[in-house]
């Protein structure tokens, strides 16, 4: 099922109808993200992986804002919507009532469990399906079981019931093995006991898991696998349990690519996202970020300090110290370090942003270079180009931008500012200090040099008693002694 072998018998339901008081938060909880994407996102992909006939999320709480952050991820799985009665169990019975002809294995999974692995959950449907019984749970053994569904078995050591920690026994709370909340059941038996279920509970809801103990007393077989992997059950309630989902999730992360051919030298400091590419032989250093759908050529070096979000980095480039959103970067070229690479960036092969650059819908060709302190804001610069330090697209008028256009072999001087919009023909020139206002034509050079002046006297006039006033009196006082003792040799 892992290699997405279609299985007609199989239909999952995701339960993402939750509010998360816990969580403290005006966005819902299964939307609350880690690795790139939302919870519930990554439960859908796992869903995904398993190639089942049917996948619905159930939603209720911020509904809209939950489903479309649903289709988004999966296009085509079906939304459900849970009524006003309370309890995972009602949110599986209005999910069924949406299968009315089906009678396969229902998979159930909880939208704010996000480190199941398809693996993990074949293996239990292989169990359930080989037991024969009327559903087999996910549980999972904790040193402190604290706010969990503790599975009870009886003196057989089989699985009896489920009991929620606020209707639990002081014996009932002290059981380590806990409810993970991943269930498969054949969806007859399902369909006939959560009719059985009622609300006569601490929080008035209706139960899935009172589905437990119903089949047991019409002996229709209960059985429970107990996953290896602690970490794979954690579920997220509130901030510390998201971070620590993010922080394992990561974790699982490095380690993928690092088995694939990346060298990741400080996992502990490097995030990276599920939905970012590292090809083989990419070095990571530490403190550094590849995030969303950033992807990563082979031979390039990543770092160190560096936040890639939806970047593209080619073969053998070299990115260091840098911040970069949407921004393509060629192979060979390098970036950084202290670059601010904004969205619309696209560096050519063998180009160069350097130290203390910031650019912005801006392509800059093969070989070209960027190298230090500069804006560069919605340009196009052609190939074999170099940029004085300083350099300033001047892009926005006050009322709109306009781009400035730099042809092939530009070689301009320091500090210059070019006032858009403005082209500078193949091969031109400019000094330094330039402000360029009009169209350059090709092999020119481009001047704006205005004849020195200096107004000799202005300090002691106008800023009487200042420290440079009083450096101005020695200086004049030494240059008058340095005059004396020039005509005392002559």
Request: proline share 4%; hydrophobic share 45%.
């Amino acid at each position: 099922m892992t290699e997405n072998t279609a299985d007609p018998s199989l239909a999952v339901i995701i339960l993402a109808a939750g509010q998360g008081t816990r969580m403290k938060s005006s966005v819902p909880k299964v939307l609350h993200r880690i690795g790139g994407r939302p919870l519930v996102g990554h439960v859908l992909d796992t869903a995904r992986d398993l190639a089942p006939a049917h996948v619905l999320v159930v939603v209720r709480h911020e509904r809209d804002q939950v489903a479309e952050a649903v289709m988004g991820v999966s296009p085509g799985i079906v939304v459900v919507d849970q009524d006003d009665v309370p309890g995972t169990g009602r949110a599986v019975e209005v999910a069924l009532a949406a299968l009315p002809d089906y009678s396969g294995d229902v998979l159930v999974l909880s939208g704010d469990v996000p480190l199941l692995d398809a693996d993990t959950l074949s293996g239990l449907i292989r169990a359930h399906r080989a037991g024969g019984t009327a559903v087999t749970l996910l549980s999972a053994v904790l040193e402190d079981a604290t706010g969990y569904g503790r599975v009870i078995r009886d003196e057989a050591g089989d699985v009896d019931r489920i009991v929620e920690q606020k209707d639990a026994t002081d014996d009932e709370a002290a059981v380590t093995e806990i409810n993970a909340g991943v269930y498969v059941f054949q969806a007859e038996p399902l369909r006939a006991q959560l009719a059985q279920v009622g609300t006569a509970n601490a929080q008035g809801e209706k139960y899935l898991t009172d589905v437990i103990g119903l089949l047991r007393a019409q002996a229709l077989g209960v059985a429970a696998s107990v996953v290896r992997d602690v970490a794979l059950t954690l579920g997220v309630n509130d901030r510390a349990q998201l971070a620590e989902a993010a922080r394992l999730l990561n974790a699982r992360t490095v380690r993928r690519w690092q088995l694939a051919g990346a060298s990741i030298l400080d996992p502990a400091t490097t995030w990276i996202d599920v939905t970012a590419t590292l090809a083989p032989d990419v070095t990571v250093l530490p403190n550094t970020h590849i995030l969303r759908a950033s992807t990563v050529a082979e031979g390039a070096i990543i770092g160190p300090d560096t936040s890639l979000v939806d970047c593209e980095v080619g073969e053998g480039a070299t990115v260091r110290r840098t911040d970069a959103t949407l921004a393509v970067i060629g192979a060979g070229a390098t970036v950084g370090p202290f670059a601010y690479l904004r969205p619309g960036t696209v560096l050519a092969a063998d180009g160069k942003i350097g130290t203390f650059v910031e650019t912005k819908n801006s392509s800059i060709g093969r070989g070209s270079k960027v190298p230090h302190l500069s804006y560069i804001g919605d340009t196009t610069i052609g190939e074999h180009v170099n940029l004085g330090a300083g350099a300033i697209t001047a892009n926005y008028d006050d009322l709109a931008k306009h781009r400035t256009e730099i042809g092939d072999e530009v070689h301009t001087g320091s500090h210059n500012v070019f006032v858009a919009p403005v082209r500078i023909g193949d091969g031109a020139k400019t000094g330094a200090g330039a402000v360029i206002r009009k169209d350059v034509p090709p092999g020119a050079l481009a001047l704006s040099v205005a004849p020195q002046r200096n107004v000799e006297g202005w300090v002691e006039k106008n800023r009487p008693g200042t420290g440079a006033a009083e450096a101005v009196v020695k200086a004049r006082s030494a240059q008058k002694a340095d005059d004396g003792s020039q005509e005392e040799d002559g």
